[in-house]
Structure formats: structure tokens, C-alpha cells
């Protein structure tokens, strides 16, 4: 069964940078539909961008130019490399896979995911 566990949150001053990784087990992500969420504290979860089976990416408009998601098939994990970081960007970050649709249908929503990670806190100060 496949399990998500995301690493490399923390705490960063506005304008700097990280990189969140998501290591996978159980299940290959090659051909599966992958995306980052995030939820800030009084806000719902909002999908940041999401990568398909083909490589194809979908960015929300807060976050296009600034993130950027990429993957290692290889070492089946998924990543979320973060710049130009800001307070608003403050939230808890999740991985998540969806197996549910072949792959291809991979909009950055909830629907399509069906996998989930745990979460991983981070945090933009001023």
C-alpha cells in the first residue's frame, strides 16, 4: 500500500528558500497523479501544484514562478523546491498521490488524491 511521508519544512525569513521532499514506499509514483496542498491556520486546504502521469504540471496562481515540483522516479520521490518564500506562504504542506484515475486527470484538487502524507510544518516570518 502506498505511504507518503514529507520532510525538509521548518522555519525561513521572507524572501528565502526550501525545499520539501516527499518519499513514497510501497507503490512506484511514476504513473500515478502527485501534488502538493497546503493549509494555513483559519484557511482551507488549497492545492499548490500537482504533476501527472505524463510529466504534465499545474500550478495555482499564488505560487506560479515561485515553486517548482519535480520528481525522481528513481528514488520514487516527489519534490517541492520553494523560493521567494513569504509570510502568506506560512502553512502545513502535504504530499499526496491519486490512484484513482489512471494518472492523467491530475488537476491540483482534492478530488483526484486518494493518498496522503502527514504533513509537514512550515513557516515564513517577516
Known amino acids: 500500500q502506498l505511504q507518503l511521508a514529507e520532510s525538509g519544512g521548518g522555519s525561513v525569513q521572507a524572501g528565502g528558500s526550501l525545499r520539501l521532499s516527499c518519499a513514497a514506499s510501497?507503490?512506484?509514483?511514476?504513473?500515478?497523479?502527485m501534488g502538493w496542498f497546503r493549509q494555513a491556520p483559519g484557511k482551507e486546504r488549497e492545492g499548490i501544484v500537482t504533476?501527472?502521469?505524463?510529466?504534465?504540471?499545474a500550478y495555482t496562481d499564488s505560487v506560479k514562478g515561485r515553486f517548482t515540483i519535480s520528481k525522481d522516479n528513481a528514488k520514487n520521490t516527489l519534490y517541492l523546491q520553494m523560493n521567494s518564500l513569504n509570510p502568506e506562504d506560512t502553512a502545513m504542506y502535504y504530499c499526496?498521490?491519486?490512484?484513482?484515475?489512471?494518472?492523467?486527470?491530475?488537476?491540483?484538487?482534492?478530488?483526484?488524491?486518494?493518498?496522503w502524507g502527514q504533513g509537514t510544518q512550515v513557516t515564513v516570518s517577516s
Open positions: 499526496a498521490a491519486g490512484l484513482r484515475f489512471g494518472g492523467r486527470w491530475c488537476p491540483p484538487i482534492t478530488e483526484p488524491f486518494n493518498y
Open positions: 510501497g507503490y512506484t509514483i511514476r504513473n500515478v497523479c
Open positions: 504533476i501527472n502521469s505524463d510529466g504534465i504540471t
